[in-house]
């Protein structure tokens, strides 16, 4: 007789344990407040941009690439930023480069770019670009009786690479790296021999120092 009763008193505790847990299980408490994570602010940006920079790159032939030619010159470019990460920017350059001894080719290009700003800096910001462009080629020599010859080519371009740009306030000083393919408009050149100082297909590599206004 106490083994039943101890039984039926286990079995009526083990009861009252699971009619209390049910309730429970069944209405629970407020689940605690998941606050999201915290995300920074986009650094505020000025959409206008106006500088000076400098260029130096080397160009070789497709065909040949012994056929090649260093530049040296500069431009001015300006910037648009359209959001915190894309913008467009248009330059005009100057450059010239000497092919051979008394060859000169000048360089007049004009490209259109653009950007992909990654940082969220407010005085670095680093940036990829794409671009292509145009440009018009004058090659200057001298003939056999000292008169200088002026032969001119037109070009489409397209540039790809990135920048690193420091800024105090509206003042930016940077540097771009740029891969550069072009080839010759033979709608404007026909009969020009494939190779020379402007070759039909042409790759290299530019080396831009840019200082900017931004306002």
Do not use: C
Request: hydrophobic share 40%.
């Amino acid at each position: 007789m106490a083994r039943l009763q101890l039984i039926g008193f286990a079995a009526a505790l083990a009861l009252g344990l699971v009619f209390h847990a049910v309730p429970a299980m069944a209405q629970p408490g407020a689940a605690p407040v998941v606050q999201p994570p915290a995300t920074s602010a986009p650094t505020p940006f000025k959409r206008w941009g106006i500088g000076l920079h400098t260029s130096s790159g080397e160009m070789s032939s497709s065909l040949n690439p012994d056929n090649k030619i260093k530049f040296g010159g500069g431009g001015l470019h300006v910037s648009y930023r359209v959001n915190h990460r894309w913008g467009f920017q248009v330059s005009l350059d100057a450059t010239k480069g000497e092919y051979a001894p008394g060859i000169d080719r000048d360089s007049r290009p004009m490209t259109l770019a653009a950007t992909l700003h990654l940082g969220n800096s407010p005085t670095w910001d680093w940036y990829l670009l794409a671009g292509f462009g145009g440009s018009r080629e004058i090659v200057t020599s001298m003939d056999p009786n000292g008169r200088e010859i002026e032969l001119e080519y037109r070009q489409v371009h397209v540039h790809m690479g990135g920048g690193l740009e420091y800024r105090w306030g509206s003042i930016g000083l940077g540097a771009e790296f740029r891969i550069v393919g072009a080839a010759r408009d033979e709608n404007y050149t026909q009969g020009a021999p494939a190779e020379g100082p402007v070759p039909e297909e042409s790759s290299g590599a530019m080396l831009r120092l840019v200082g900017t206004y931004h306002f």
